[in-house]
């Protein structure tokens, strides 16, 4: 498979004493979905913003489908990819349907309307989502997890071949979070799309992504870096297939957290483990109360 | 699309009726020389000044509600009022009489002024961060207030006299004006809207979110700077004409929002046409109202204004998210 996204010994820092991200070098094969996790603060989003060209890196290149992303112009970058955010209530009263055309506005013609490719993308992106029911309602009067799916029949309305999906299950209770996945899964496997996301749910991933990248907080790396006095230091990420990557030994290590890890036919799956937790307290150390 | 453009030509032909209605309201009662002579000298140029004006007033305060994202926002927002007052005051004080190219002190000081605020302004939100929509806001309303307590300050030394000039065109007035000075306001605005209609496809994506309209191909800080540069330049014609005129700015994009949604290909141009409408009638309303005196044309645009405005929203609420 042909690499659609690649990163090259990329650093990015918002302030210049603190990195963010430090000598990532990475290939997405085009057509997988990967799945980006890691603690708050760890750079997740930077590494989307970066790939989407909304950040430039300090050092190093991000490219896609070969070029670098600095040398496309923002309306060829937007027919490539196509960015999912947390969903939303915009300021005005726009509807469904004027939001997922506004998809299209890198395609327009110089009058500044839609043509009627641009209307059956969209109309298309609409039925996918199961969204074609809303069309002329406002995006206030829908729930939470339908205007999700709104925002995800923009992104293809788009018709880009890579999505880039920011936390999009946040707020979202775990059967639309399950609707989100199904309908991503079905994107990729129907369409043959990459999609990139970042997520906080390690068993989602586990169970939908076929890669995983674990990133680590690049002050974290450091600090273990100057402990442990190695010559080439930590990695501040792991990426690989996602049965590989996400494995307990990982995932404690990225959140210094203990987890428990289980098995449901062919996935893992993680229950993380506080220290005031019922099972770590019962087969561990016993409470503070005993002790004294 | 298509009844959207049905719309907007018959609108142009609403608004064309609404002007000769007023006109022949005017006339009912008169002998024809005079007649003519205040309908060519008087009245016509005064209308078309209101159409302009509104016009200008309207596009210019729904593009500044799509850049900052606000509702509240109007085209004096970013302190352009203060500005123009300050430089209106000024040439008032000053008792300047003079005139470059047919226009009075009071416009060529008001236009400096508002230009010079909206610079000013501009480049202190500049400072605060690229393109921050509160710093924008804050150093708008800072410098309101700092510039109106100024014009509080001249006011309170001036002369009487000098005081109802200042006074009758802080409130608005579309007084007489020549008619280059007409041709020249309406051939800028005309090219103002017509600028920010290209950019209204654009503006739909900023006003929705910025950075979403970013990763769908629109060059976000340059659409932002043309539509505040050329929206802040129609104001500036509007008040040099006119003087304040508050409240246009506000409710039509509002009223136009509220009836056809938020879509600015038809909202820029609706706007235009509805505010231009709407200060026509309030201007003939305020000639009208306790004649042979005349009304500061801002009042009317408020007293009309606000109840009309406030009975939409009660009827059309369900339609508008940000009331939630």
């Known amino acids: ?292 | 699309m298509l009844a959207a453009v049905l719309a907007f030509c018959s609108l142009i032909g609403s608004q064309k009726i609404s002007l000769k209605a007023a006109l022949v309201g005017e006339h009912a009662s008169a002998v024809p020389n005079p007649d003519y002579e205040i309908l060519v000298h008087i009245r016509i140029p005064r209308v078309i000044l209101a159409a302009i004006v509104g016009a200008a007033l309207a596009a210019a305060g729904a593009t500044l509600q799509a850049l900052l994202r606000n509702p509240l926002a109007d085209p004096y927002i970013l302190g352009i009022s203060s500005g123009a007052g300050l430089g209106a005051t000024l040439a008032v004080i000053a008792g300047l009489n003079w005139t470059l190219w047919g226009r009075s002190p009071i416009a060529v000081f008001a236009f400096a002024g508002a230009v010079g605020t909206v610079w000013l302004v501009w480049t202190i939100g500049r400072i605060t961060g690229k393109f921050h929509v509160t710093g924008l806001l804050l150093a708008g309303v800072v410098v309101n207030a700092f510039f109106s307590a100024i014009i509080m300050f001249l006011i309170s030394v001036a002369r009487s006299q000098q005081l109802h000039t200042t006074m009758f065109w802080l409130m608005g007035n579309l007084g007489e004006e020549d008619f280059f000075a007409l041709w020249a306001g309406g051939g800028c605005v005309l090219v103002g809207i017509v600028a920010l209609y290209v950019l209204s496809p654009q503006l739909n994506a900023i006003s929705f979110n910025p950075t979403d309209a970013r990763s769908m191909g629109i060059r976000v800080e340059r659409v932002q700077f043309l539509a505040f540069v050329v929206s802040a330049f129609i104001t500036a014609v509007a008040v040099s004409l006119s003087g304040l005129i508050g409240f246009v700015g506000l409710v039509v994009p509002h009223s136009v929002r509220l009836l056809f949604g938020p879509d600015h290909r038809q909202l820029l141009p609706l706007s235009a046409l509805f505010g231009a409408m709407f200060l026509v009638v309030a201007d003939t309303v305020a000639r009208v109202i306790v004649a042979p005196a005349q009304l500061p044309v801002g009042v009317v645009t408020a007293m009309v204004g606000g109840p009309f405005f406030l009975l939409l929203l009660v009827r059309y609420n369900r339609k508008v998210s940000w009331l939630r």
């Open chain 1, 1 to 292: 498979m042909s690499p659609s996204v690649q990163m090259q010994k990329v650093c990015f820092a918002y302030e210049r004493s603190r990195p963010v991200l430090r000598d990532v070098s990475l290939t997405i094969p085009s057509g997988t979905f990967l799945a980006v996790i890691g603690p708050n603060g760890a750079g997740k989003s930077t590494l989307i913003n970066l790939i989407a060209g909304l950040l430039m890196p300090q050092s190093g290149t991000v490219s896609i489908d070969g070029t670098a992303v600095r040398s496309y112009r923002p309306a060829d970058l937007a027919r490539k990819i196509a960015l999912v955010r947390q969903e939303y209530v915009p300021v005005f009263g726009f509807s469904v349907a004027e939001m997922v055309l506004m998809a299209r506005t890198a395609y327009y013609g110089p009058l500044g309307f839609e043509g009627k490719a641009d209307r059956e993308r969209a109309a298309k992106a609409l039925e996918m989502t199961d969204t074609a029911q809303f069309t002329s309602r406002p995006l206030a009067s829908l729930s939470a997890g339908e205007r999700q799916r709104v925002f995800i029949a923009r992104a293809l309305a788009q018709d880009t071949p890579i999505l880039l999906m920011d936390e999009p299950t946040t707020f979202l209770d775990i059967r639309h979070q399950v609707e989100v996945y199904d309908l991503l899964k079905t994107i990729q496997i129907n369409e043959s799309r990459t999609i990139i996301a970042i997520t906080q749910d390690v068993n989602l991933a586990a169970q939908y992504c076929d890669q995983a990248l674990l990133l680590r907080s690049a002050s974290d790396t450091e600090a273990t870096t100057q402990l442990s006095q190695g010559g080439s230091g930590l990695c501040q990420y792991r990426m690989g297939p996602a049965h590989e990557i996400l494995n307990a030994e990982y995932i404690e290590e990225a959140f210094g957290v203990g987890v428990f890890a289980g098995q449901v036919g062919h996935g893992h799956f993680f229950l993380p483990l506080g220290r005031m937790a019922k099972d770590a307290i019962s087969d561990s150390t016993p409470p503070a109360k005993e002790q004294a």
